[in-house]
């Protein structure tokens, strides 16, 4: 199972991505994830993203296409994985296809996560994860069963995302419209694209999402 989850910034594509690995044991690529890795590690690739990605603006395509490509041959892709946050652009989405195409395979299903506006900016700027484990948690919504102590490890430090703030989240999503909204049109053409209603609670989204997996 090949999988895209495409939404604005704030829909729940992570959340739902890491739900549906431990369901159905396929990896979560999220570029963010990758580049925020490569930020903290100081590599070239980290070095050019960190300015653009806390200014709320896109990386460049060639770089984010090279950093997918490559993972993708990794052996733990070899059964499926999620695309969380790729493609952003139709020309990631037609180096997708291309990538795909020369080992024989395709995109499953594109399953958008449809969020009005005015709840984003509250669900960024409520959301922090455990610097540990890196289970994701939100102020109001998605609370640790024991104040400061993560479900999950039991680690007791948290972090939030540099770009995290009211002000990024504009520009993350002018973004989103300008350069990533094009991409609806795109899989619905192809036959790819499932919606599914963000605005429901988590539980409810991740059932709605077990349905359209199950059709697969
Ligand atoms: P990225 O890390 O992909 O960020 P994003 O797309 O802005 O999306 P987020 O991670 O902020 O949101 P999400 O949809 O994952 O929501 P989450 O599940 O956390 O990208 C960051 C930056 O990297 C970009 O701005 C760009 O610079 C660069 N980049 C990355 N990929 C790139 C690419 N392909 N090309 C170019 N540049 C790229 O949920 C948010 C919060 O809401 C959480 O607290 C959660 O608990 C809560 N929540 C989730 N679902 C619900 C629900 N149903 N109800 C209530 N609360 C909910
Ligand atoms: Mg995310």
Redesign the pocket.
Known sequence: MRLILL??????????AHRIVEKYGIPQL????M??AAVAAGTEVGKK?KA??DA????S?DI?IAIVSERIDQDDCSKGFIL??????LV?ADATEKMLAAKGLDISAVIE?RVDDAVLAD??A??YTCATCGT???DE??KPAVEGVCDKCGGTTFKRRP??NRETVRT?LQ?YYKETSPLIGYYYAKGKLKGVD?????DA?SADIEAILSTL
Do not use: C, E
């Not at 939404?7 to 739902?16: E, I, L």
């Not at 709320?56 to 990386?59: E, M």
């Open positions: 939404g604005p910034p704030g829909a729940g594509k992570g959340t739902q999220s570029t963010g994830d580049l925020r993203a653009v990605m709320g603006n896109l990386v395509d984010v969380d946050g790729f493609p952003r652009t990631q996560i669900r960024i409520g959301r994701g948690y939100h919504n998605l770009d995290d993350r973004a963000g605005m429901k609670d988590i989204v």
